[in-house]
């Protein structure tokens, strides 16, 4: 009798902590979406309050320069007395030059080490050789930026005759530097979701290992390696501190990568250091610079989205 009691004392003592427990997953349950979501709407609000201050801002700019001769002004030279100018042209140059360097370094050493992780290398060796190519991603940038400076630069006095201190080639190289882990880790991942019943095809077809990487995976993982670059791209556009240390702080309208140069960001980073104050002409020309390096980037990422989206192969 007594062990029945007891049976029944702990039965009952079980549905109570169940039915709490099940209380406490039901109110778990209901209140993770909205958690969830609040997260979801910060972030989106976050997103358009940065968006709505630089159109707010730039606006302010353009009650006070024509839009016009900052869209097509050769010239860009706020700090002068007289008569300042703020044509974002040189601005731009001295960017894409920075970014046509850095892709022009970062694509074919990117692509051919994703092709060899991907390809040719051991699963010991990938293990091992594409941790240590992350690592460069987390590189503080003004590691970077003092590394162009202090050791690339002269390297490349020695080779380039007339080479500045302060030029477009020594940063634009080390942004390649930079970037190439993006490249290589996102190009890799898209080569290795690639079957491995169309490489084993085309080998039993007569093909070499060569011919494998290239005629057939390589087309087969176009859009993540397209996407991957173009997100690189992007990247290149917005660095700050490399260019910033390295680059120079001479906007000029040319095609010459051996002088000094300055791109969008390093003027945003001149300025903010306090060189102008606060609500004059030249305290907004950062935020109507900001405005264009945000439309860059948006466009660039845009396009990776789009390429992925549209080209994405379904195996």
Do not use: C
Not at 87 to 95: D, F, M, R, S, V
Not at 297 to 304: E, G, H, I, K, R
Request: no cysteine; aromatic share 10%; proline share 4%.
């Amino acid at each position: 009798m007594v062990s029945q009691k007891e049976d029944k004392t702990s039965s009952v003592q079980q549905l109570i902590a169940n039915s709490r427990n099940q209380k406490t997953k039901k109110i778990v349950e209901k209140a993770m979406p909205a958690l969830l979501f609040s997260a979801a709407i910060i972030s989106i609000l976050t997103t358009f309050g940065i968006v709505f201050t630089l159109i707010f801002e730039t606006f302010e700019f353009f009650k006070r320069v024509s839009i016009t001769d900052f869209l097509f002004g050769t010239k860009w030279l706020p700090f002068s007395g007289n008569e300042p100018l703020f044509g974002i042209l040189p601005l731009i140059a001295g960017t894409l030059k920075v970014t046509l360097i850095a892709v022009v370094v970062a694509v074919p050493f990117g692509i051919a080490s994703a092709i060899y992780l991907s390809e040719y290398a051991s699963e010991k060796t990938r293990r091992t050789v594409k941790p240590i190519l992350e690592v460069l991603a987390g590189v503080p940038t003004i590691v970077y930026g003092f590394f162009a400076l202090t050791f690339v630069t002269p390297v490349l006095q020695e080779i380039v005759p007339g080479l500045k201190l302060f030029n477009a080639l020594s940063p634009g190289i080390v942004v390649g530097i930079m970037i190439l882990p993006m490249i290589t880790s996102l190009s890799e991942d898209a080569m290795s979701s690639v079957p491995n019943s169309m490489r084993e095809g085309a080998l039993a077809l007569g093909a070499t290992k060569f011919e494998v990487a290239i005629k057939v995976v390589l087309p087969a993982a176009l859009s993540g390696i397209v996407a991957s670059v173009v997100l690189a791209i992007s990247r290149a556009i917005g660095e700050t501190m490399i260019v910033s240390l390295a680059g120079g702080s001479t906007p000029k309208f040319d095609l010459s990568v051996t002088d000094s140069i300055q791109t969008m960001t390093a003027y945003i980073v001149q300025v903010s250091t306090g060189d102008a104050g606060y609500g004059t002409t030249i305290y907004y020309s950062i935020y109507s610079v900001g405005f264009t390096l945000f439309i860059f980037t948006l466009v660039m990422n845009l396009l990776a989205h789009y390429i992925s989206k549209r080209f994405r192969e379904v195996y």
